[in-house]
């Protein structure tokens, strides 16, 4: 079984400056991960995913992450956000290897401040 | 193509009444998913099917939900007796057969119970 932990339910932080959205899993087997993002009023977009390789991946609207597996981590990065990207952030884990359904974490909610 | 439709958009009923929502996956997806998203939530597994094998309906919180999935493509989900506690938004997700293939997610279906 697998459990997804985000430290952070809201986070507000000033428009063009770094954010980082924490997240921690535990498995007894290996993982996949990934980041979702969902806007107001609509369904889950893929942000990034880890399946395996190098532990820095980038994804879309310049969103990247680092898989730490010592830490058990896959904390969530952007160098300089904008407005648009105020939403709900949420860490998911899956079984390496499976297509079978994910464990979400409860989501943090990114509010970017003018 | 198409992405993930799910309809209704929005569900209001009757406690006691029964529901059906319906999931309308990508063309050519074999993998499916229904997730719940109840307020401040992240999502929680109910089901997933894969082709023609036997559902995994270990997240199904109560014998009143059910699904079926005919001819591997459009999913229902049926709760039947409906309680206040099954207000939330209702999404449905689909995936090629691929360990750690992206799940799409449709839009979701918001369930208010009166």
């Known amino acids: 079984a697998q459990s997804v932990t985000q430290l952070d339910s809201q986070v507000p932080v000033f428009e063009e400056a770094p954010v980082e959205l924490r997240c921690n899993y535990s498995s007894s087997v290996s993982v996949y991960l990934f980041w979702y993002v969902q806007y107001p009023n609509q369904g889950l977009q893929l942000l990034l995913k880890?399946?395996?390789?190098?532990?820095l991946v980038k994804g879309i609207n310049g969103f990247e992450a680092e898989f730490n597996k010592s830490q058990t981590s896959f904390h969530l990065r952007k160098p300089s956000v904008h407005i648009s990207d105020t939403a709900e952030y949420f860490c998911a884990v899956g079984a390496s290897g499976s297509a079978r359904q994910l464990t979400f974490g409860s989501g943090t909610q990114l509010t970017v401040l003018p | 193509g198409a992405g993930v439709s799910q309809s209704p958009s929005n569900k209001v009923t009757e406690k006691g009444k029964d529901v059906e929502l319906r999931c309308d996956p990508i063309?050519?997806?074999?993998?499916l998913y229904w997730y719940r998203q109840s307020l401040g939530q992240g999502l929680e597994f109910l089901i997933y099917?894969?082709?023609?094998?036997?559902?995994?309906k270990s997240g199904l919180p109560s014998d009143r939900f059910s699904a079926e999935r005919t001819g591997g493509s459009v999913s229902t989900l049926t709760i039947q007796r409906t309680q206040q506690e099954d207000s939330a938004v209702y999404l449905c997700a689909s995936s090629r057969n691929t360990g750690g293939g992206e799940q799409y997610f449709g839009p979701g279906t918001r369930l208010t119970v009166t």
């Open positions: 063309s050519g997806h074999t993998a």
């Open positions: 099917f894969q082709g023609n094998s036997a559902p995994d």
């Open positions: 880890y399946l395996s390789g190098s532990t």
